[in-house]
């Protein structure tokens, strides 16, 4: 290997990263305030130009499923946000309905649902409530007047003598034919008579077989005659009871009638209510005993059981308020927290009375779907899926715009139910649901009828520009969050910092993270340690110190890992050279917290028959993505080396003290330094880490979390020992992504680590091993002493031996080598 390498060629490369393209700063003078109790609070969404755009219109199209799915990361706001939005819209859209529910008179278990303007149902159920209290005094005194009585005793005299008229023929008739009429407790019984004594059987055995006929032949006469008056008081007593009952209707009307008209003109304008006071008349004059003195009914003294037996009859003439917008100014806005069944459509309750369960129409319970209607219902998505039925009751009632109370004992059961069937209510509410990105197209990919019902997507996007207004609306932020949470108020020093961390969350120096929530936390967090240091106002080591307490909160695997990086458990080298080892760089993500890691690969060759396998793929360890990025590996070997020879060689590849599976292909140059590194049987500096995947062509490509990767190798070779030399090589295309610490960047200014950007494999394998990489001539070979021409030697070799092998004679062909097929 080159001297050069060794004595520091790399660290003096032009690849080198500058210090101030390492992170992005924000000058604190730059901000207009000192602290953010002078920037006004925000008012309004951040960075998300589309998403207003998205909610206006969702919310003003009134066509068919037009309905909202707000889309985002957790965090992002999407919740705060909509909430916010449709809390001042809300007041300026028109008042929604109140619903009521009462009593069929018809079909007792079908309850009517009647529409009413806002805060009318409450007063319905408060007039009807007095109407029955009124009702009861009103029908009392007139039932206990005396006039009454007069009434009924007039309305039966007729009957009266009617009936004893008929009692009075019926003696007569079985007078004449010998016999006497005596009631008992069985009723009235014919009994033969001889003057005034009535004849025993034995008495009857004695009289003569003449007169034994005629007393037989007389008795069903009698009989007959018996049987016809009764029939006759019978149809008397109907008459009698049906008068009392026309006087009871005609009395029980003229005592509510004056109650019922001061309701009437009350809801003159409401003609589904007026036809329910009606109805409720006729009911009360049908049954009027319900509302009549008696035995039994409550008084101060009476046993519970009597005033309840009470609420029972009179309870069908209540007014169940099943909705109650009286309070609202504008249109509902609901957010239901745990959206099952029957908390979105409402349910049947059931209550004990004297033993048993019952329910009626004043048990129907509204959902949230009810409480919304004319409004907007906002839904966790998650929470609905989880629900048993939830989703398809919502998707059922969305697409027949109505509301129907069913229980779910009913859908599921084997065998019919009884149970109530309120009236439906039709549905025009907006259905707001919030959910990830991820969510929504898997609804799209597997429910044909989600995007139907949810045609207007509000996508968050999880970072906006870093720009001036943008900083401003940061601050902004800061300052309403401290407000609402009353914290310390942040200088302008606290706001840069938190700024910068904002971009650091998104691992780039032209974005900022749109997840608010995060934000507030470390504002949260950095007021409690200015307080902690007695300081009123924040400032940037606040900040600092919250975002180090809340890492070591977290960072307790990545200290137990470092731990076996520095003792040597797991096999890391920072220092030296190696033949086909390079040190890679791996992420590891556990919930709230993400680092990186060095990664030792490595590879081994051999003369074969053109394969290259990497271990982890073999036994299925690795993901596609990290399959795909090895495949291109092997292309790349094809088009760089596989235009003159085959390539006769057998490669594997791994990641040593690898036991779980791994994915992504960050990792594919690295591979390909280690490969190329044991064909050349050239060294590579173990003083660099290594990132990037590649294409065919040898360029090299962009990876995620470059910052953390860095900071990663960073620790391990503090950990082990610094030497001036150690760093890391990323793709160049990652520099804008870098938001490296305050400690990496000080020591890249102080020349104690470095990074470099590479654009090319050839680049890296110069930076890796002091050597030129060399370019193709004309003849299609590299130049001496170059990378390149190291690994074309080696596999021409390696094709030669094996057509060697091949030949019966051991000579090689005279067309090249042929190489055996191989066989599986």
């Known amino acids: 290997m080159s001297s050069k390498a060794a004595t520091g060629r790399t660290t003096a490369s032009p690849l080198r990263v500058a210090p101030i393209d390492l992170r992005r700063r924000l000058d604190p003078s730059t901000l207009p305030f000192e602290t953010t109790a002078e920037v006004e609070p925000l008012a309004t969404l951040i960075g998300q130009p589309r998403v207003k755009d998205a909610i206006d219109f969702g919310i003003e199209v009134s066509g068919f499923g037009y309905n909202l799915f707000l889309a985002g990361a957790p965090g992002s706001g999407r919740a705060e946000t909509i909430r916010d939005y449709l809390a001042k819209l809300a007041p300026s859209r028109p008042a929604a309905e109140d619903w009521v529910y009462v009593h069929n008179f018809d079909q007792p278990q079908r309850p009517h649902a009647i529409q009413m303007p806002p805060g009318r149902g409450r ?46 023929g019926m003696r007569r008739f079985a007078a004449e034919h010998g016999f006497r009429l005596e009631a008992t407790p069985t009723g009235l019984v014919a009994v033969p008579v001889l003057g005034d004594r009535p004849l025993t059987p034995d008495d009857i055995r004695l009289l003569t077989p003449e007169r034994q006929a005629e007393v ?32 009871d209707r005609e009395v029980a009307t003229f005592a509510i009638d004056p109650l019922l008209q001061t309701l009437r003109e009350r809801y003159q304008t409401l003609p589904d209510v007026l036809a329910h006071l009606e109805r409720v008349r006729a009911d009360i004059a049908d049954n009027v005993y319900e509302f009549r003195p008696r035995t039994g009914d409550p008084t101060p003294a009476a046993p519970p059981w009597e005033a309840t037996a009470s609420e029972e009859r009179t309870g069908r003439y209540r007014v169940n308020v099943f909705v109650d917008n009286g309070g609202l100014a504008g249109a509902p806005v609901i957010f239901e927290p745990n959206p099952t069944y029957y908390n979105l459509l409402g349910r049947v309750e059931y209550r004990g009375v004297l033993g048993t369960v019952v329910t009626d129409f004043r048990q129907v319970r509204a959902g949230a779907l009810h409480r919304a209607n004319g409004g907007f219902l906002i839904l966790e998505v998650a929470d609905v899926l989880r629900s048993p039925m939830a989703w398809d009751a919502l998707k059922r009632a969305l697409r027949a715009r109505e509301l129907r109370i069913e229980s779910l004992g009913e859908q599921l059961s084997a065998t019919p139910t009884t149970s109530l069937a309120p009236d439906p209510i039709p549905l025009g509410a907006k259905v707001v649901l919030i959910g990830t990105t991820a969510l929504f197209h898997g609804l799209h990919a597997v429910d044909d009828d989600f995007g139907e019902l949810f045609k207007v997507k509000v996508d968050f996007a999880p970072d906006m520009d870093w720009s001036d207004d943008h900083v401003r609306s940061y601050a902004a932020f800061i300052s309403r969050h401290v407000q609402q949470a009353g914290l310390r108020h942040f200088d302008r020093g606290a706001v840069a910092r938190v700024v910068e961390q904002g971009a650091r969350l998104r691992d780039n120096q032209r974005k900022l993270s749109t997840r608010l929530m995060e934000v507030a936390d470390l504002v949260t967090e950095a007021s409690f340690w200015a307080g902690k240091a007695g300081r009123e106002v924040v400032r940037a080591e606040d900040v600092q110190e919250a975002i180090a307490r809340r890492d070591g909160r977290s960072n307790l695997v990545e200290e137990r890992l470092q731990e076996l990086v520095t003792e040597g458990t797991i096999r890391i080298q920072t220092e030296g050279q190696r033949v086909g080892q390079v040190n890679g760089l791996e992420v590891l993500e556990l919930g709230d917290y993400r680092f990186g890691l060095p990664s030792r690969v490595t590879a081994r060759v051999s003369m074969g028959r053109g394969s290259v396998e990497s271990i982890e793929r073999e036994i299925d360890l690795s993901g596609p993505i990290h399959s795909k990025g090895f495949l291109i590996l092997t292309g790349y070997l094809a088009g760089q080396y596989g235009q003159e020879w085959p390539l006769a060689l057998r490669a594997t590849l791994t990641f040593e003290q690898s036991y779980e599976g791994v994915d992504g292909d960050s990792a594919s140059s690295t591979e390909l330094y280690a490969l190329l590194s044991a064909l050349a049987d050239l060294p590579l500096t173990q003083e660099i880490a290594v990132t990037g995947s590649v294409d065919q062509h040898g360029e090299v490509q962009a990876v995620g979390a470059v910052t953390d990767k860095i900071e990663g190798f960073f620790r391990a070779c503090r950990a082990k020992g610094p030497t001036g030399r150690q760093g890391v090589a990323i793709p160049a295309t990652n520099v804008p992504n870098l938001m490296l610490s305050d400690e990496v960047v000080r020591a890249v200014q102080e020349e104690r680590f470095h990074v470099w950007a590479l654009q090319t494999i050839d680049e890296g394998l110069e930076l890796l091993t002091g050597v030129p990489a060399g370019e193709r001539q004309e003849d299609g070979t590299y130049p001496p002493d170059t990378v390149h021409r190291r690994v074309q030697d080696r596999l021409r070799h390696y094709a030669e031996r094996l057509n060697a092998f091949a030949q019966p004679d051991g000579r090689q062909s005279p067309h090249g080598p042929e190489l055996p097929h191989a066989t599986r």
Not at 229 to 236: A, D, T, V
């Open 216 to 247: 037989e032949r007389n008795g069903v006469l009698v009989q007959d005659a018996v049987v016809a008056g009764l029939r006759h008081l019978h149809q008397l007593d109907r008459e009698a009871a049906e008068r009392v009952r026309r006087l």
């Open 123 to 168: 007063q319905l159920a408060a007039d009807m409530d007095e109407l029955i209290v009124a009702a009861r005094r009103h029908v009392g005194t007139v039932f206990e007047s005396e006039g009454y009585e007069e009434r009924r005793e007039k309305a039966l005299v007729e009957v009266g003598h009617e009936r004893d008229t008929v009692l009075a």
